[in-house]
């Protein structure tokens, strides 16, 4: 089958750094995204990754290992805004995104 | 770039009544437009898949007579909720890509609807 699995809920500090990892197990693999959606709103882009290693943007960073079967996002310089959902969205061969319920982070002051 | 509306934002409907929700992308053709639902503190879940001119790929277990999906043009795609009932209730979110399967989905804003 496939199954995502992250941390259901992780809480940090303003302006500190936080790693969100993700496993998945997928029939094939076209890629994994990585969204962010705060309660009640729709999720929105943060990144993609496709080969092996580190994608920076900005405060966000993902990085993907194909053959681990893992990713995570990792988030600088956080800020109360930053508190949301984050979703790990592996691509399956049939080019589906396959979605697991994601992280809950919590940023405090 | 890569705007994506839906309308309405929120609805109340009566049971047994149809609903018409419309998601449009703003700045880009999208070839293939998504439809999602999503229950509180729940993943999004894939209901039908729509490219544009062509019928919806539903995924398993919903139903096609109750969702009806058009996807007239490619920058618009339609959900028509048909006969409601409350357990329809819940968050539906499109989503747009344009190009090939591999390029990013752009969501809409959802919609939030309520059947009592």
């Known amino acids: 089958g496939q199954n995502i699995d992250q941390p259901t809920e992780m809480t940090a500090t303003e302006g500190a750094i936080v790693q969100i990892n993700c496993t998945y197990q997928?029939?094939?693999?076209?890629?994994l995204f990585w969204y962010q959606q705060h309660a009640g709103e729709a999720p929105t882009f943060l990144s993609y990754n496709v080969l092996d290693g580190l994608e920076e943007k900005g405060r966000f960073s993902s990085f993907l290992s194909r053959s681990k079967g893992y990713s995570y996002l990792l988030l600088k310089e956080l800020q109360m805004k930053d508190s949301a959902s984050y979703l790990c969205a592996p691509m399956d061969s049939n080019y589906q995104l396959i979605w697991g319920a994601g992280t809950k982070l919590i940023i405090k002051p | 770039g890569a705007v994506v509306s839906q309308h309405p934002s929120r609805v109340i409907c009566k049971s047994g009544t149809s609903v018409k929700i419309e998601c449009r992308s703003l700045?880009?053709?999208?070839?293939?437009m998504f439809w999602y639902r999503q229950f509180p503190k729940q993943s999004l879940m894939l209901m039908a898949t729509s490219n544009e001119g062509s019928k919806a790929t539903y995924e398993q277990g919903v139903e096609k007579d109750k969702f009806l999906i058009n996807h007239a043009s490619l920058t618009l795609s339609t959900l028509t909720v048909t006969s409601a009932h409350p357990e329809d209730s819940s968050f539906y979110i499109c989503s747009a890509a344009s190009g090939g399967v591999l390029e990013t989905q752009y969501f809409g804003p959802g919609t939030r609807l309520l059947v009592l």
């Open positions: 997928t029939s094939g693999f076209n890629g």
């Open positions: 700045d880009f053709q999208a070839t293939t």
